[in-house]
T-cell receptor, first 113, second 113 residues
Framework: KQEVTQIPAALSVPEGENLVLNCSFTDSAIYNLQWFRQDPGKGLTSLLLIQSSQREQTSGRLNASLDKSSGRSTLYIAASQPGDSATYLCAVNKETSGSRLTFGEGTQLTVNP | GAVVSQHPSRVICKSGTSVKIECRSLDFQATTMFWYRQFPKQSLMLMAT?????????EQGVEKDKFLINHASLTLSTLTVTSAHPEDSSFYICSVDHGETQYFGPGTRLLVL
């Protein structure tokens, strides 16, 4: 059974700092991995999706890496801003047709002005 | 990304009543939708996979007679929590299967008194 773990569970940083969120998964036979953002009381917004054949994806100040063989992914946020405060969830998809996501517990990020 | 709506966004009901939550895919047809449940400060737990025109597939431990799912059209899936009790209070989120990823609705907060 796939298990996804995210470290740290919570993180508080001053504005402007660069930071790294970690995600690990137990079964390396994944099709893709995705990072989501969730604001309090809201649904999920997809940030980055990395295919199993890729090593990283970038979008603006966000960079996600994937080391499939070791079962790890990181989300790097550059020059953090208070608006980045949210919970960040990683999810792995094992299916090659369609999607079936297994989520981590999330990292609650607070960026202080 | 795709637009997914949920209605209602928030509902408060008395113990013993039934509550219906709607999930709509607004800009494309979806044969598969997913229903998740999220407790405070926890991750999303998949409850069931909703399949258009056929029975839903429930995850282990989820009571199908308590959480009724109907996917009568390619744009609408409904989740009915029957005879709701306080322990059913939670955040319910639906998503739409879109190939290798999912698009999520904004969630429905259910409070059972």
């Amino acid at each position: 059974k796939q298990e996804v773990t995210q470290i740290p569970a919570a993180l508080s940083v001053p504005e402007g700092e660069n930071l790294v969120l970690n995600c690990s998964f137990t079964d390396s036979a994944i099709y893709n991995l995705q990072w989501f953002r969730q604001d309090p009381g809201k649904g999920l917004t997809s940030l980055l999706l990395i295919q199993s054949s890729q090593r990283e994806q970038t979008s603006g100040r966000l960079n996600a890496s994937l080391d499939k063989s070791s079962g790890r992914s990181t989300l790097y946020i550059a020059a953090s801003q208070p608006g980045d405060s949210a919970t960040y969830l990683c999810a792995v998809n094992k299916e090659t047709s369609g999607s079936r996501l297994t989520f981590g517990e999330g990292t609650q990020l607070t960026v202080n002005p | 990304g795709a637009v997914v709506s949920q209605h209602p966004s928030r509902v408060i009901c008395k113990s013993g009543t039934s509550v219906k939550i709607e999930c709509r895919s607004l800009d494309f047809q979806a044969t598969t939708m997913f229903w998740y449940r999220q407790f405070p400060k926890q991750s999303l737990m998949l409850m069931a996979t909703s399949n258009e025109g056929s029975k839903a597939t429930y995850e282990q431990g989820v009571e199908k007679d308590k959480f009724l799912i109907n996917h009568a059209s390619l744009t609408l899936s409904t989740l009915t929590v029957t005879s709701a009790h306080p322990e059913d209070s939670s955040f319910y989120i639906c998503s739409v299967d879109h190939g290798e990823t999912q698009y999520f609705g904004p969630g429905t907060r259910l409070l059972v008194l």
